[in-house]
C-alpha cells in the first residue's frame, strides 16, 4: 500500500515538472543582467574586455541560487544552506571591486531571494532586507561620488531605485520558488480528491450492488425452490413461479445497470408490496402497518433500501413464522422497524447493514439490529423527522 501511494505521488508531480525549467529560466534570465552590465560596461570603457570572468561568475551565481530555489521548491530547505548562502555573497560582493558596483548590482538580488530560504523566520526577512537596503545605499554612493557632482536628490532617487529593484526582485524569485511548491501541493490534493472520489463512488457501487442484488437473489432462489415443489403436483402453478423468477431476474438486470450509472432508485410503496409476496411465498406470515405518506425522496429511498435489506436477511438467516412490519411517526421521528421470530444466533456485521447505516447517517439517522429476546430479531431504522418530511 505505501509503494502505491509513492508512487502515485510521484505521478502527480510530472505535469508540474515543467514549473520548473520555468523556474529554472527566470533565473537564469535576472542572472544574465549583471553578467550583461558588466560585459556591455566594459566594452564600452575598454576597461575589461574579457567577458569570460563576469559569464563564469554568473554561472556560479545561478548554480547557487537554483540549489536554494529547487530545494523550496520541493518543500525543503537546502542542505549546506548556510555556506552555500556565504558563498553566494562572496560572488555577490567580491567582484564588484573588478566588475564596478554599478554593473555587478543586480548579483544582489540572489542575496535577498536567498535569505528566507536558508535561514528560518523574521531572521531569513530581516537579512533580505538588510540587504536590499545596503545595495540602495551602495548605489546611492556611487552616484554621488560622479564627477561632475549630481544633485542630491537624483542621489537619493537612485539609490530608493535600487532598493526597489533589487528587493522586487528578490521578492519574485523567492515567490516563483514557493509557487512551484505550491502548483505541486495543490495538484497532489486533486489527485488525492479523485483518489477519494473513486473509493467513495466503488462503495456506493458495492453498497447498492448488495443491497439490490440481496433480495433479488433470495426472492430467484425462493421461487425456484417453489417451482420445484410445485412441479409435481400443479404445472401451472409452478409455470407461474418460474414466469415471476424470469421477471425478478429482469427487474435485477435493469437495476444492476441502473447502479451503475448512479439512477437506481426503489420505491418504498412498492418495496412494502414486495415483501408481503416474498414473505407469504416463503410460508411467513407478514404484518405491515406503514404510514408513508409524505415522505422526502431521500428518506422514502432510505426505508425502501432498509425494507429492502430487512426482508432478505429474514429470508436468509432466519426460520421466521411470523414478520411485522411498521413504518410511523414518533415523537419527531420517522421510524422503520422490521421484527421477526425465528432468528439464529448473531453473527458478524454484515456489508448490507453497514451501507444501511451510511445512508440513515447521510439523513442524521440511526440503524440499530440485533436480538430483542430469545429468537426475535428487530431492525430499526430512525430519521430526525425535520430531515424526512416536508
Not at 537564469?28 to 558588466?38: D, E, L, R, Y
Not at 552616484?143 to 528587493?167: K, Q
Not at 462503495?203 to 443491497?211: A, K, Q
Amino acid at each position: 500500500m505505501t509503494a502505491t501511494t509513492g508512487t502515485t505521488h510521484a505521478e502527480a508531480a510530472q505535469p508540474t515538472r515543467w514549473i520548473r525549467w520555468l523556474l529554472v529560466a527566470v533565473h537564469i534570465s535576472v542572472v544574465s543582467w549583471p553578467v550583461a552590465f558588466t560585459i556591455l560596461s566594459s566594452e564600452a570603457s575598454s576597461s575589461h574586455p574579457d567577458p569570460v570572468s563576469p559569464v563564469l561568475a554568473g554561472l556560479a551565481v545561478l548554480a547557487l541560487q537554483l540549489w536554494h530555489s529547487l530545494a523550496v521548491a520541493a518543500g525543503r530547505r537546502p542542505r549546506g544552506g548556510l555556506w552555500t548562502f556565504l558563498a553566494l555573497a562572496v560572488l555577490a560582493y567580491l567582484p564588484m571591486l573588478w566588475f564596478g558596483a554599478e554593473n555587478w548590482l543586480l548579483a544582489s538580488v540572489m542575496l535577498v531571494a536567498s535569505a528566507p530560504m536558508v535561514f528560518r523566520g523574521r531572521t531569513g526577512l530581516v537579512v533580505a532586507a538588510a540587504i536590499a537596503v545596503l545595495m540602495g545605499t551602495v548605489n546611492a554612493t556611487v552616484y554621488a561620488g560622479l564627477t561632475p557632482p549630481v544633485r542630491t536628490s537624483y542621489v537619493m532617487l537612485e539609490g530608493i531605485n535600487a532598493l526597489g529593484i533589487v528587493g522586487t526582485l528578490g521578492a519574485a524569485l523567492y515567490g516563483s520558488a514557493r509557487l512551484v511548491r505550491v502548483l505541486d501541493e495543490l495538484h497532489a490534493a486533486r489527485t488525492e480528491l479523485a483518489e477519494l472520489a473513486v473509493g467513495r463512488e466503488r462503495l456506493r457501487i458495492s453498497r447498492d450492488l448488495h443491497d439490490l442484488l440481496g433480495q433479488s437473489l433470495s426472492a430467484i432462489a425462493l421461487k425456484g425452490d417453489l417451482a420445484i415443489r410445485l412441479l409435481r403436483s400443479d404445472t401451472g402453478a409452478a409455470r407461474g413461479e418460474i414466469e415471476s423468477l424470469a421477471t425478478v431476474a429482469r427487474d435485477a438486470l435493469r437495476g444492476v445497470r441502473a447502479v451503475a450509472r448512479d439512477e437506481h432508485m426503489v420505491s418504498l410503496p412498492d418495496e412494502l408490496d414486495g415483501a408481503a409476496v416474498l414473505l407469504s411465498a416463503a410460508g411467513i406470515s407478514a404484518r405491515i402497518d406503514a404510514d408513508v405518506a409524505g415522505l422526502t425522496p431521500p428518506a422514502a429511498q432510505t426505508f425502501a433500501w432498509a425494507l429492502r435489506e430487512g426482508v432478505a436477511n429474514v429470508l436468509r438467516h432466519s426460520e421466521a413464522r411470523i414478520c411485522s412490519i411498521t413504518a410511523a411517526r414518533q415523537n419527531g421521528t420517522l421510524r422503520l422497524e422490521i421484527v421477526n421470530d425465528g432468528a439464529g444466533p448473531p453473527g458478524g456485521g454484515g456489508r448490507g447493514l453497514a451501507g444501511l447505516a451510511e445512508r440513515a447517517h447521510a439523513l442524521s439517522g440511526t440503524v440499530t439490529a440485533g436480538l430483542t429476546d430469545t429468537d426475535r430479531f428487530r431492525l430499526l431504522v430512525t430519521i430526525p423527522e425535520e430531515g424526512g418530511a416536508p
